[in-house]
């Protein structure tokens, strides 16, 4: 007989937990209109933590990826706003727009990574600067406002984040197959396996002729182009971008992370477990909405609390392994 | 030889420049320097525009007038900031919009014990009687003349929802206000939550009342921004038809839907981002004219409705 693993049951116990909590206090909560807005506003964090998970895993960081959604969402937007022109109001200009969010996320990424791995800077320090200067480049695109997308570009984007199969939206799907896709990379390819061993121990992973500098460029092009997928979701929701977009986004996705079970540190990733953190996170401030359980000046300390409770619940199990 | 010419040239200039500085102090230019929040919200990407614009055009008016403009993402730069006008910039006036209260009084009041003329926009200071002119929106009028809209408009027993901002004392006043206009009526407030003045943050919300309450006759969005969110989320919903929406603030793009009678956007109640344009503009008459500028202004919030929505229309505006 095989002993439960109670550590890695962690936070499915808190998921579990508070999905039974927030169906006892509103019966609304399980309605499935309800259930389908919580899985789609956790599509963005999703998506940005599955490639978050890979960069942690390794050893490093992004602290850059709420501000690149920011940016990214806003060349999207005047790229689509430009080619309107040109190409017309419809499909192909939408998917240009999706490859230029796509590429344009894949290019950021690189862009931090070579600056970690070839300039040899602490992921740290790039990411808190590159963090500001995407921030700024919208702000500053956007000349202090909102970009908006064409209005009829937008009428023809809007089923991507509003349609789907019945309540089944696109971005629960697509959060879906990338979480799926993550989980197997992760765990049964050779560069799931690098990336693990370069965050225990990357003198180790060099010896062992792993080109450690290529895996970790390959990790941050990962997340900048899951940061670009994340764009193309949230574009249409509400057609617009600005120097507000994606604040805080990159801690929420970390903390997802952390709370999935994923060490900081490095060297062990759980793609099913920052699933788990980025549902528990959406579903603390829909529960939290959907009653009137306390002020709502103390919704930022309810979360806290049970981002710490929920890893305090991992490490007591390991302590005791 | 060529080395010793390149070794000239930046003395020259440096001579040239001493030069030129002792000519601009001959001709008595008045330094005014502007400290604002920076272009991180809807309404700031506004304020910084109408700030922009009206220093330029003040600046090809008057020749001897100069501004400074720095905007600051948080209170310590914004501190940082006025310190470096006055060691570096040698300024005459300051108009200054705290980003927050308390922070800002000392150095604030450490410009007006130099002798200098200080301005300061929408958010107070902590202590009374610094500033030699205060210009301001109305917090109280911004919360009262949406809440007294909707308990002379709505039909008996309505129900409404509140998005409320970042939590300050400033959303405490409006909401406060909102709250004492509807009191006694027969509308009922269901819910009060935080969008804090985010796009994102009130569809969020929006989508949870929605869950929340099966009848929903009006929402208080009480700010554009959030409103944008907040109509995102009703059009998911399918309930259009079922609530109206009043924000807060003109945002030209719901100013233009009110222009258009849009029975979703009955009215929008004004807090213009161009008050900064009133706060330089007095300040700089401080300077060029003999007309006297201390004391109080307080710009009244206006109901904007179809009949009146064109004047409050700023097309080139980015809010």
Known sequence: ?321 | MKRRNLLKLPMAAAALSLIASGALAQDETTVIGVSIPSATHGFMGGLNWHAQDTIDRLEATYDNLDFVLSTAGDPGKQVSDIEDMLATRNIDALVVLPFESEPLTDPVKMVKEEGKFVTVVDRGLAEDGIEDLYVAGDNTAFGRVAGEYFRDNLDAGAKIVVLRGIPTTLDNERVDAFQAALEGSDKEILDMQHGNWNRDDAFNVMQDYLAKYPEIDAVWAADDDMAIGVLEAIAQAGREDEMVVVGGAGMKEIVSRIMESDPQLPVNVTYPPALISSAIEMTALNFVSNAPMTGRYIISSQLITPENAEQYYFPDSPF
């Open chain 1, 1 to 321: 007989m095989k002993r439960i693993d109670l550590h890695l049951l962690g936070p499915l116990i808190a998921l579990i937990g508070l999905f039974i909590l927030g169906a006892l206090l509103n019966p609304a909560f399980l309605a499935p209109a309800n259930l389908s807005n919580v899985l789609a506003r956790s599509a963005f964090i999703g998506l940005i933590a599955v490639g978050m998970t890979f960069v942690i895993t390794q050893g490093g960081l992004d602290l850059s990826v709420g501000s690149m959604a920011a940016f990214l969402a806003g060349i999207t937007i005047m790229a689509m706003n430009a080619l309107v022109g040109v190409t017309g109001e419809n499909w192909g200009t939408i998917l240009l727009g999706m490859g230029v969010a796509l590429a344009g996320g894949a290019m950021a990424g690189y862009v931090n990574g070579a600056l970690i791995t070839k300039a040899r800077i602490e992921a740290f320090i790039v990411t808190l600067g590159t963090m500001g200067i995407f921030r700024s480049l919208v702000t500053w695109l956007a000349d202090g406002g909102t970009l908006s997308l064409d209005s009829g570009l937008r009428s023809i984007y809007r089923p991507v984040y509003y349609g789907g199969i019945g309540w089944i939206t696109w971005p629960i799907i697509t959060f879906a197959i990338v979480a799926v896709l993550g989980e197997w990379v992760m765990r049964h390819t050779r560069f799931g396996r690098h990336v693990e061993a370069i965050g225990s121990n990357d003198r180790v992973a060099r010896y062992s002729a792993v080109d450690v500098a290529r895996v970790r460029l390959l990790t941050y092009v990962l997340l900048g182009t899951l940061v670009g997928l994340a764009t193309i979701l949230y574009v249409p929701r509400l057609g617009s971008a600005s120097g507000s977009t994606g604040v805080l986004w990159e801690l929420e996705a970390i903390a997802a992370v952390i709370i999935g079970g994923t060490a900081l540190k490095g060297g062990r990733g759980r793609v099913w477990g920052t699933v788990v953190g980025v549902l528990i996170l959406s579903m603390i401030d829909n529960i939290l909405n959907l009653t009137d359980l306390v002020s709502p000046y103390l919704n930022g300390a309810i979360q806290g609390v049970i981002i710490v409770l929920a890893v305090v619940l991992q490490r007591e199990k390991r302590a005791a392994e």
